[in-house]
């Protein structure tokens, strides 16, 4: 069965850094490409960062390029978003997704996955 499990969220007030982990169960996440996703009460979900399964390549969000990094430790299986320069509207449930399909990453805001994990809540305030 395949599991996620997300962590790493909180409160944090603007221009701090916070670094989310998806940790996953049942399955090898090296095979599966991950996506992160963010969700406001009333809005829809906004796909944040992919990282590819094979090569690694990376995809980002514009409203996010240049303060999140996305990265992948297959030893622990685990994916990490790594978060810099947070900002108020950076605010929401934040839950990573798995995808076999090797195209996934190049219109993961689109489609759909296998799995999501049930998120951790970053609050972006002072």
């Known amino acids: 069965q395949l599991q996620l499990v997300e962590s790493g969220g909180g409160l944090v007030q603007p221009g701090g850094s916070l670094r989310l982990s998806c940790a996953a169960s049942?399955?090898?996440?090296?095979?599966?490409?991950i996506a992160w996703f963010r969700q406001v009460p009333g809005k829809e979900r906004e796909g944040v960062s992919c990282?590819?399964?094979?090569?690694?390549?990376?995809y980002y969000a514009e409203s996010v390029k240049g303060r999140f990094t996305i990265s992948r430790d297959n030893a622990k299986n685990t994916v990490y978003l790594q978060m810099i320069s947070l900002r108020p509207d950076d605010t929401a449930v934040y839950y990573c997704a798995a995808s076999r399909a090797s195209y996934y990453c190049t219109a993961y805001s689109v489609l759909s996955y296998d799995s999501r994990g049930q998120g951790t809540q970053v609050t972006v305030s002072s």
């Open positions: 990282i590819h399964s094979r090569d690694g390549s990376t």
């Open positions: 049942g399955f090898n996440l090296d095979s599966y490409a």
